[in-house]
T-cell receptor
Framework: TQLLEQSPQFLSIQEGENLTVYCNSSSVFSSLQWYRQEPGEGPVLLVT?????EVKKLKRLTFQFGDARKDSSLHITAAQPGDTGLYLC???????????FGAGTRLAVHP | DSGVTQTPKHLITATGQRVTLRCSPR?????VYWYQQSLDQGLQFLIQYYNGEERAKGNILERFSAQQFPDLHSELNLSSLELGDSALYFCASSVEGQGKNEQFFGPGTRLTVL
């Protein structure tokens, strides 16, 4: 069974700080996705990383896919209160149809 | 707004009862996915339908069933409800059936079983 482990579970920081969230697995994934979920809403896709070693940037967010395609990280520079939310990593399993989610990192950015 | 609609937004019921959750996918999307999100299990894939046919199954209990209708909306039926079924249930849709395409999530239905 493919599992995705995220760390840390919770992160509470001040506005302007940098942070990194990790997503690790013992299995190889063809691609990994990162979602952000806000209270009362469904997850929203931020990025998909496909190639080992790939780095993608989305404004202040930098996503990296490990060379072996078993892990990924999300780095946020100069965090803002609007970044608050649950960050989920997810990977496809079983021929692309089943999306496996990590437990998530709950981020709180305080003004 | 993802374009995926789910009704009802909240549902409170008693153990042993049966409920139906409804999902309308984005216009043009043929695939519908159901997920359950609970505090202890996280977000878990339940089942996928593509153009009316079951395409993939995840950790869906036998007490749960789903279907996708000709107009592509989908319903998730939960029966003999237990306290542990209390969770957020999300529907997502995508254009194609292979799942590699982006899945757009609805706002969810919060089910509380008392």
């Amino acid at each position: 069974t493919q599992l995705l482990e995220q760390s840390p579970q919770f992160l509470s920081i001040q506005e302007g700080e940098n942070l990194t969230v990790y997503c690790n697995s013992s299995s190889v994934f063809s691609s990994l996705q990162w979602y952000r979920q806000e209270p009362g809403e469904g997850p929203v896709l931020l990025v998909t990383v496909v190639t080992g070693g790939e780095v993608k940037k989305l404004k202040r967010l930098t996503f990296q896919f490990g060379d072996a395609r078993k892990d990924s990280s999300l780095h946020i520079t100069a965090a803002q209160p609007g970044d608050t939310g649950l960050y989920l990593c997810a990977g496809f399993s079983g021929g692309y149809n089943k999306l496996i989610f990590g437990a998530g990192t709950r981020l709180a950015v305080h003004p | 707004d993802s374009g995926v609609t789910q009704t009802p937004k909240h549902l409170i019921t008693a153990t042993g009862q049966r409920v139906t959750l409804r999902c309308s996918p984005r216009s043009g999307d043929l695939s519908v996915y159901w997920y359950q999100q609970s505090l202890d299990q996280g977000l878990q894939f339940l089942i996928q339908y593509y153009n009316g046919e079951e395409r993939a199954k995840g950790n869906i209990l036998e007490r749960f069933s789903a279907q996708q209708f000709p107009d592509l909306h989908s319903e998730l039926n939960l029966s003999s409800l237990e306290l542990g079924d209390s969770a957020l249930y999300f529907c997502a849709s995508s254009v194609e059936g292979q799942g590699k395409n982006e899945q757009f999530f609805g706002p969810g239905t919060r089910l509380t079983v008392l």
